[in-house]
């Protein structure tokens, strides 16, 4: 039986889409690789989505083709479907209404450009028309929040530098994490009936990369600022790897229910999403709906922002919301019931 037909066009081909599988495969590593001993992991899981549609089309084309080797890289595709629902899920409903007092509608949400006024107002209102339980908020640059003076003033709020957690139910203990450099985090334990649910709010190193990093206007340019990037990811990945040691403390030692969210400035199957995620779920990956990829300021959508649960909680809906737009970012809503 031959898989392939002989000739180098086949070989070729053929040898580019075994070093993408390789690649997809690899991206796994940073389960177990730490970002300082190798940080270059971390790129790899940036541009899955990249290889994975690189390794879709090769497989069409073996299809076309009628290159036996098409079943094997078939049958690879299917293993891939498991990773590919952290970025997209077709057909989920998106719960709107609760029915259970065990039920919580959860937002997280970069606010980093809802700066004004008008913006906050309008934030508010929205916060509040969808009867949103617990909100989680990064980048609070705004007085307003921080004076508490206008923002959501009739709710339960903890707010610690750039990051707040704003409840409709009182918060009975709040605390600020401290983390090295530009990683900011809190948690918050909130009280609802009987239960108290733990909430960590997550901030981590922010890349400082800028749009004009990505002009490039003349080809000489282009090797200096790929350089460049690549340093800045290298550097950012190896400060969060510092953050999350520190924060896997206060995950596992949550003596209640525990949701987390945030701004991980990092993509699915990086070595942030593996470590911060732990034994929680991902509640986009088990009931999203649509894309999840929240940020798309640069040519490049990416998903960075998250919400994780303990088990106790069974997630009933997930979302990306791309109708709010007060910030670089997108708002995630989530529909969460506890056990």
């Given amino acids: ?48 989505p990249i290889l994975f549609i690189f390794h879709l089309l090769f497989t069409i084309m073996w299809l076309i083709k009628r290159e036996l080797i098409f ?50 107002r309008a934030l508010e209102d929205s916060v509040i028309k969808r009867d949103i339980d617990i909100a989680f908020f990064q980048e609070i640059y705004t007085r307003q929040w921080r004076s508490k003076e206008t923002f959501l003033v009739d709710r339960y709020n903890a707010v610690f530098d750039l990051v707040a957690i704003s409840s409709k139910y009182p918060i009975i203990n709040k605390q600020k994490i401290i983390l090295p450099g530009n990683g900011y985090a809190c948690l918050a334990d909130i009280q609802k009936d009987e239960s108290i649910i733990r909430c960590i709010n997550i901030y981590l190193e922010p890349m400082f990369l800028t749009k004009n990093i990505f002009r490039i206007e003349k080809v000489d340019d282009a090797k200096d600022k790929t350089k460049v990037v690549v340093e800045k990811l290298s550097t950012g990945y190896k400060k969060h790897q510092v953050q999350i040691d520190l924060l896997i403390k206060y995950i596992k030692e949550s003596p209640y229910p525990t949701i987390v969210c945030g701004d991980l400035n990092s993509v699915p199957l990086s070595y942030e999403y593996f470590h911060v995620k732990g034994n929680m779920l991902d509640v986009f990956e088990l009931c999203g709906s649509g894309l999840g990829m929240s940020f798309y300021d640069y040519f490049y959508p990416i998903r960075i922002d998250y919400i994780f649960t303990s088990p106790d909680f069974i997630p009933k809906s997930s979302y990306v919301n791309k109708n709010i737009k007060f910030s670089d970012h997108y708002p995630v809503f989530a529909f969460l019931q506890l056990k």
């Fill in 1 to 48: 039986m031959i898989f392939i037909t002989h000739n180098k066009k086949n070989y070729l081909f053929f040898s580019l889409h075994c070093i993408i599988a390789l690649l997809l495969c690899i991206v796994y590593l940073n389960k177990i690789v730490q970002p300082k001993d190798f940080p270059y992991l971390g790129l790899i899981s940036l541009i899955f």
């Fill in 71 to 120: 079943i094997p890289f078939l049958l690879f595709t299917i293993f891939l479907l498991f990773p590919i629902k952290k970025y997209i899920h077709f057909g989920n409903k998106i719960i709107a209404n609760k029915t259970s007092k065990k039920q919580f509608k959860i937002l997280t949400y970069n606010i980093r450009y809802a700066n004004e006024s008008k913006d906050l």
